[in-house]
């Protein structure tokens, strides 16, 4: 990998650290050429501290390590992006980010509509949206959604039309994650399990 750090006449290029699983932005750091090749030769990041003046590996007194998943560079070759996965909070404050955010497992919009249905679950302002009916019918009527839903999937895989596969499989997606909500679970329970298998 080309990496130029004599660019900003330091020996310095930023390196942005994101976690792999949920891609949030957890810190940014800066590498010399010395701090590039320790993270690429420990597979735990390095990065040089320009208030110490010497590298220093993140999580080298706390234990919360990043662990490098890979490394690219950008159009510019003086940016790098660095892919890791966070043994406990980046933040020396404890939150998992260095903007003070806790976010373990981010899904994007998924995790955005995991609390939609939770807000529309436990709404008691008399107004009966189609997740709140769910809900009130009952874990059977939920369960026969997903299985309802699932079928259609199925149904259609077997044919060309990709507009109404992949309409069926985004109410799959939307009637499971209400199935979780019902029996006490979210999306991150399952990624775990996820994991455990991988």
């Known amino acids: 990998m080309d990496i130029d750090f004599n660019k900003n006449n330091d020996g310095l290029v930023p390196a942005i650290i994101q976690d792999a699983t949920t891609k949030t932005v957890l810190m940014l750091g800066y590498m010399n050429k010395e701090a590039y090749e320790k993270t690429m030769d420990t597979k735990k990041v390095t990065f040089y501290s320009r208030t110490k003046e010497r590298l220093w590996t993140k999580g080298e007194e706390s234990g919360n390590f990043l662990n490098l998943v890979d490394v690219k560079n950008d159009c510019d070759q003086d940016t790098l992006l660095i892919r890791v ?23 994007g919009f998924l995790t955005e509509l995991e609390s939609v249905i939770e807000q529309r679950r436990k709404a008691a302002d008399g107004s ?71």
Do not use: M
């Open 85 to 107: 996965n966070p043994v406990g909070p980046t933040c020396h404050k404890g939150s998992d980010t260095c903007w003070n955010e806790n976010n373990n497992q981010d899904f």
């Open 128 to 198: 009966k949206s189609y997740v709140a009916s769910l809900f009130d019918k009952g874990i059977n009527k939920i369960a026969q959604k997903v299985g309802e839903e699932a079928v259609e999937v199925v149904i259609e895989a077997k044919d060309d039309n990709d507009d109404l596969f992949l309409n069926e499989s985004a109410d799959l997606l939307f009637h499971y994650l209400i199935l979780l909500q019902a029996k006490g679970y979210a999306l991150n329970d399952i990624v775990e399990v996820l994991k455990g298998r991988h």
